[in-house]
Each structure stands twice: as C-alpha cells, then as structure tokens.
T-cell receptor, first 112, second 113 residues
C-alpha cells in the first residue's frame, strides 16, 4: 500500500515565478492538507481540501491556492514567489476530519 | 486558538539512557494529541496519538506518552534510547471539530555513544 507521495522532491525557482506542487493521498483517504515547514520550525497549516473544495485555511495569503481532483490527489500553487516562501512543503492525507494525518516526504522549495 | 509549546529546543542523551520530551498545549475543548518524528530531509512519521480513553499511550519504536489534562501536557518518553532515535520530534494538537494540526517548534534529540 503506497503511502502519501509528493512531487517533485526538490524545486528551485526565482522570485516572482509561480510553482505547482503535487500530492497523491494514501489509498482510502479522501482529505488532503498542506503544510509549510520553514527551516528550524514546526509545520504550519496552509489549507485542507475535501470533496474538491477548500474546507479550512490557515493564515496564508491568497498567493497560495490549491486544488483537489476527483481521484483525491491535490495541487498546491504559489504565485509571485518570495524569498520567504523557501521551505519544505508537506502534504498530509486522512479520511476523517480531526483524525490522524499521514504525511508525505515533502517538496523542498528554494526561491532565489 | 490552539497552540503547542515544546520547551526544550535541543536535548542530548546518552545511548541507553532514558528520554523525556515535554509538550504543553492550549486548547479549549478535548484535544487530539500527536507525536511525530522527522529525520533529516524526511517527512513526518507518526509515533503515537491520543484521542480519548487511557491516558498512557503506547506507540511505535518503544515510545509512550502520557496525557495529563490538569497540566495540559502530553510528554513523550522512551526508557532506553538507541542511536537511531536521533531526530527532530514534534508534538501536535488537533480536534474533532477542527481540521488542522497545530505543531510545536520541535525538539532536536542528539544521541551520544
């Protein structure tokens, strides 16, 4: 049983560019959450998708947007990249709100 | 708003010695509590979770944690650490009525021979 998968593993972008990160949830899971983990910090909640809609959002600007597809996979889009967006982006899946979340290995984004 | 405090930024422990990592949370309702471990460059692996019931929770890799409502704490323990336990440990709080997890800043554990 494959766990949560994310692509790409690493990504380098320059300021002002746009980026798309992808996530496939664990088999049987229908909910995907995205987190940003800056260096030396704990993960911060960006948003959660369920039934192809954003169900809850953390304290992140509108430059951060997402999408969930009918097969439950998800994308995270970040526009107008800033240096401060450099971080590890983690995707987590679950099958019930408030239930345990299973994390993927993350995508390391570097903004130059 | 829910929040988590991990008072210890870095802990060094000898191999074979016991380990205790502290976690204090702030949440108005009954929390769901989690401990995750992260090795360098990796994602998060769930060690154990508390939803309800017995306040002493057993997890993987020989870890356990105790929920103390009166102290708003959920400390993680291991009786005898192995060199492979060197990693970053995160405490997190969630809830049935909430969808996100709120994480502490983490505790880095170094294991010396």
């Amino acid at each position: 049983d494959a766990g949560v998968t994310q692509s790409p593993t690493h990504l380098i972008k320059t300021r002002g560019q746009q980026v798309t990160l992808r996530c496939s949830p664990k088999s049987g899971h229908d909910t995907v959450s995205w987190y940003q983990q800056a260096l030396g910090q704990g993960p911060q909640f960006i948003f959660q998708y369920y039934e192809e809609e954003e169900r809850q959002r953390g304290n992140f600007p509108d430059r951060f947007s997402g999408h969930q597809f009918p097969n439950y996979s998800s994308e995270l889009n970040v526009n107008a990249l800033l240096l401060g967006d450099s971080a590890l982006y983690l995707c987590a899946s679950s099958w019930l709100a408030g239930n345990e979340q299973f994390f993927g290995p993350g995508t390391r984004l570097t903004v130059l | 708003a829910q929040s988590v405090t991990q008072p210890d930024i870095h802990i060094t422990v000898s191999e074979g010695a016991s380990l205790e990592l502290r976690c204090n949370y702030s949440y108005g309702a009954t929390p769901y509590l989690f401990w995750y471990v992260q090795s360098p460059g990796q994602g998060l692996q769930l060690l154990l979770k508390y939803f309800s019931g017995d306040t002493l929770v057993q997890g993987i890799k020989g870890f356990e944690a105790e929920f103390k409502r009166s102290q708003s704490s959920f400390n993680l323990r291991k009786p005898s650490v192995h060199w492979s336990d060197a990693a970053e440990y995160f405490c997190a709080v969630g809830a049935r009525s909430d969808y996100k997890l709120s994480f502490g800043a983490g505790t880095t554990v170094t294991v010396r021979a």
